[in-house]
């Protein structure tokens, strides 16, 4: 069990380009999460998959975002046209449903930072 | 809609105080209550965990009990360690058991100070 991971760990990137991170959870979690966290705030929630049905998507995942999990493991986050506010840290969370085990654990997070 | 309050920080203390951070959540359904910790540099940790009312969770020595009569899920430590310095968040799942989210408080910054 190697843990949560998500690549890159940090991306600079100029406003109006289109950025893309990647998760892998722990083997065998069917469950996956995203969250942004700005500073000084905790993590909000953004989408989660169970599998690779997308279940639920925040308000706060406008149509520059898209996320992906093709094959019900590892999972995409892409923002197109970034803007200077999605600068934050995405945190991917995975976690293993249908066993009574509702605990989430989290990845390192990717920084972002919109110039 | 949920939501989870804590306690306003920074708080710092000398190693060997008593630790308590305050937490409460909206009373939506019966959900899952949640301590992560982050410490410099690293990724979020679940700290302890409890799943109904009156449960304690417990490990490295902190303690918090889901007590649905205050809405209320502090943090509690009897004696602070250097170690222990690092950001605590308190949250909440959305439905009992089979938590589709978490919804995290503003998270409070913990030093603690030979």
């Known amino acids: 069990d190697t843990g949560v991971s998500q690549d890159p760990r940090h991306k600079i990137t100029k406003r109006g380009q289109n950025v893309t991170f990647r998760c892998d959870p722990i083997s065998e979690h069917n469950r996956l999460y995203w969250y942004r966290q700005t500073l000084g705030q905790g993590p909000e929630f953004l989408t989660y998959?169970?599998?690779?049905?997308?279940?639920?998507k925040s308000r706060l995942l406008s149509d520059r975002f898209s996320a992906e999990r093709p094959k019900g493991s590892f999972s995409t986050l892409e923002i197109q046209r970034t803007e200077q506010g999605d600068s934050a840290m995405y945190l991917c969370?995975?976690?293993?449903?249908?066993?009574?085990?509702?605990?989430?654990?989290f990845g390192p997070g990717t920084r972002l930072t919109v110039l | 809609g949920d939501s989870v309050t804590q306690m306003e920080g920074p708080v710092t203390l000398s190693e060997e105080a008593f630790l308590t951070i305050n937490c409460t959540y909206t009373?939506?359904?019966?959900?899952?209550l949640f301590w992560y910790v982050q410490y410099p540099g690293e990724g979020l940790q679940l700290l302890l965990k409890?799943?109904?009312?009156?449960d304690k969770g417990s490990n490295k020595g902190f303690e918090a009990t889901y007590r649905k009569e205050t809405t209320s899920f502090h943090l509690e430590k009897g004696s602070v360690q250097v170690s222990d310095s690092a950001v605590y968040f308190c949250a909440r799942g959305t439905l009992t058991g089979a938590n589709s989210k978490l919804t995290f408080g503003k998270g409070i910054t913990l030093s603690v100070r030979p």
């Open positions: 009373a939506t359904g019966y959900p899952s």
């Open positions: 998959f169970q599998n690779e049905a997308q279940l639920e």
């Open positions: 409890a799943t109904k009312a009156d």
């Open positions: 969370a995975s976690s293993l449903e249908g066993r009574g085990t509702d605990t989430q654990y």
